[in-house]
Each structure stands twice: as C-alpha cells, then as structure tokens.
C-alpha cells in the first residue's frame, strides 16, 4: 500500500504563491507517475499537472506558466510550486500516484491508483 500525504495549502491573496508538497510513503517517488489533481465545490475533479517517471510533464492549459511540478528525492516528496494564483485556483488539492508502468504524463484521474486526503488552497481577490 501506498501512502500519500499532501501538506502546504493555506488562503493567500490572488497573485500570491504557494508550495504544495506530497509525501511518498513506499518506494521512491521517481518509481511512480505522479500528478496534483484539484476539485473545487459543485466542480469535477481535474488534473492540474502531471510528472511521469521519464521527466516528462503535462499541464492543463490554466495553470500553464505558473504552476511547476517536481521532485525532491531527498525528502521523497512531490512538489507543486504555484505562482500568481487567482481565485479560480481555489479547490482542494489532491496528489495522486500511478504505479510503474504509464504511457506519459496523463491528467485522468482514472489512470492514477493512490490518492492523498487532500489540502485546502483558497485564494481571495
């Protein structure tokens, strides 16, 4: 079983920035595809990047150019370095993992097996 564990939302202002960060409890984080997905109330969930275990990465269109997702191997995290939010950024977050092997970066939630709890990220205007 794999454990993730999200940590890092919190409210801040739009045009603000925020560092997500998910814990990786078996294996190392690179073994897996990893990706952040959000939900906002009344809204389906929706995949906002994804880091495949090659490098390669996707973005969805709306956070292209500020969102930046990585690794820190030496703390088996993923990141998630959000700049110049906005107020439709506001949404729970939620990490998630797809075990070896995947095609590439994908951001559908049904590719992925692990899921975290979630952390909250609101932004006002």
């Known amino acids: 079983q794999v454990y993730l564990v999200e940590s890092g939302g919190g409210s801040v202002q739009a045009g603000g920035s925020l560092r997500l960060s998910c814990t990786v409890s078996?294996?190392?984080?690179?073994?897996?595809?990893m990706a952040w997905f959000r939900q906002a109330p009344g809204k389906e969930r929706e995949g906002v990047a994804s880091?495949?275990?090659?490098?390669?990465?996707r973005y969805a269109d709306s956070v292209k150019g500020r969102f930046t997702i990585s690794e820190d191997m030496t703390e088996n995290t993923l990141i998630l370095q959000m700049n110049v939010l906005k107020p439709e950024d506001t949404a729970m977050y939620y990490c998630a993992a797809r075990p070896w092997p995947s095609p590439g970066p994908t951001l559908s939630e049904y590719d992925y097996t692990y899921w975290g709890q979630g952390t909250q990220v609101t932004v006002s205007s």
């Open positions: 880091l495949h275990t090659s490098g390669s990465m």
């Open positions: 078996h294996n190392t984080v690179s073994s897996y595809t």
